[in-house]
């Protein structure tokens, strides 16, 4: 692993837990995870977002300005849009995705849920990402946080993983697995 992989992992744990803390002493926990979580949206739907976050020639009052008007928009809470500001004064706004997945992380264990994801070849409507989910906390007798993603390439099934269990269903797993026996034999 790289120094700077090492240092962006490690910084962005840091300030993660710094928001979390602080989200705690000001009650505003849940909050702040929907202000996040609105956040790594903004920044997965949006090219010229990501775009900016990653654009070094951008002065402190450029971003600022620009965060502010997007906390204004968005009705972002204000320790929220004050930690943004405060990446931003410590060139630290490029962690800001991995800071905040982090922060979600960090929610979810204390509240106890698990964290599952989940790949199907078919395009999954919310009443059966409902049901798996409710399945798998009923056998894992845990809250869940789901992360679903359609993928074409497994041909068919499913592919489910909580924690460090994984089940393979799909047809390209089982396709590899005949693959590998034939090289075998």
């Not at 837990?17 to 202000?35: F, G, H, R």
């Not at 906390?71 to 930690?83: A, D, G, Q, R, V």
């Not at 909580?162 to 269903?169: A, N, P, R």
């Amino acid at each position: 692993m790289s120094k700077n992989k090492e240092f962006s992992d490690t910084s962005a744990n840091r300030y993660s837990l710094a928001l979390y803390e602080l989200a705690a002493e000001s009650n505003v926990i849940n909050k702040i995870e929907e202000n996040s979580n609105s956040f790594l949206i903004l920044i997965s739907n949006s090219k010229d977002f990501k775009d900016l976050i990653k654009n070094p020639t951008l002065s402190q009052e450029i971003l600022k300005k620009i965060m502010n008007k997007i906390s204004e928009e968005f009705n972002l809470e204000i320790l929220f849009k004050n930690f943004l500001n405060f990446l931003i004064l410590k060139r630290r706004f490029f962690f800001i995705k991995q800071i905040l997945i982090s922060f979600n992380e960090i929610c979810s264990e204390k509240k106890g849920e698990l964290k599952a994801e989940i790949k199907s070849a078919k395009n999954l409507s919310q009443q059966e990402i409902n049901k798996i989910t409710e399945e798998l906390s009923n056998t894992f007798k845990s809250k869940i946080k789901l992360n679903y993603n359609h993928d074409k390439s497994l041909i068919g099934g499913l592919v489910v993983q909580v924690g460090s269990t994984m089940i393979d269903t799909s047809i390209k797993n089982k396709l590899q697995q005949i693959e590998n026996r034939m090289i075998e034999a």
